[in-house]
T-cell receptor
Framework: TQLLEQSPQFLSIQEGENLTVYCNSS?????LQWYRQEPGEGPVLLVT?????EVKKLKRLTFQFGDARKDSSLHITAAQPGDTGLYLCARVQGAQKLVFGQGTRLTINP | DTEVTQTPKHLVMGMTNKKSLKCEQH?????MYWYKQKAKKPPELMFVYSYEKLSINESVPSRFSPECPNSSLLNLHLHALQPEDSALYLCASSQVGWEGYTFGSGTRLTVV
């Protein structure tokens, strides 16, 4: 199993601040997905990054795939309480096995 | 319809009970999955069905028995569970070979 390491594990910041969370692996992967999970719900796919160096934006969220395709980051600008949740990076191993990192639990305080 | 629907949303069962979790999707996805998520942990894969055939079993105990009656439905039959099996059980679906997964809201299972 090729591990995905996420950091930080927990992050609590004030509304309006910026933040970055990271997803790292010692292995190269062909693509990486980011999900957000709210309490009592299933994960929701935010983005898939495929190309080394790729940057994708989703409103105030910016996702980057490392040039070597071993790492990825998620940057949130001007965080809002609605951004609170568990952020998970994930990759597909083999044909269909989606494997998640340990997650970053984000709390945005009003 | 872009949803995966799971029922029931909550389930409490005794260790001698038999119950089933149900999952349904109408997106034409031909791969369906069961995941288990314990508190403060990420989801962990249990089973994968591809074209209605079981393709991956992650060494799950036999007290969990999956079934895929057709391309839209996925069941998880539960029997003689233990309290440590209490968790959020998530169903997901995707196109075969497509990496975008759609998850249901899960069934919160408590074994007493």
């Amino acid at each position: 199993t090729q591990l995905l390491e996420q950091s930080p594990q927990f992050l609590s910041i004030q509304e309006g601040e910026n933040l970055t969370v990271y997803c790292n692996s010692s292995s190269v992967f062909s693509s990486l997905q980011w999900y957000r999970q709210e309490p009592g719900e299933g994960p929701v796919l935010l983005v898939t990054v495929v190309t080394g160096g790729e940057v994708k934006k989703l409103k105030r969220l910016t996702f980057q795939f490392g040039d070597a395709r071993k790492d990825s980051s998620l940057h949130i600008t001007a965080a809002q309480p609605g951004d609170t949740g568990l952020y998970l990076c994930a990759r597909v191993q083999g044909a269909q096995k989606l494997v998640f990192g340990q997650g970053t639990r984000l709390t945005i305080n009003p | 319809d872009t949803e995966v629907t799971q029922t029931p949303k909550h389930l409490v069962m005794g260790m001698t009970n038999k119950k089933s979790l149900k999952c349904e999707q109408h997106m034409g996805h031909r791969a369906m999955y069961w995941y288990k998520q314990k508190a403060k942990k990420p989801p962990e894969l249990m089973f994968v069905y591809s074209y209605e055939k079981l393709s991956i079993n992650e060494s799950v105990p036999s007290r969990f028995s999956p079934e895929c009656p057709n391309s839209s439905l996925l069941n998880l039959h539960l029997h003689a569970l233990q309290p440590e099996d209490s968790a959020l059980y998530l169903c997901a679906s995707s196109q075969v070979g497509w990496e975008g997964y759609t998850f249901g809201s899960g069934t919160r299972l408590t074994v007493v």
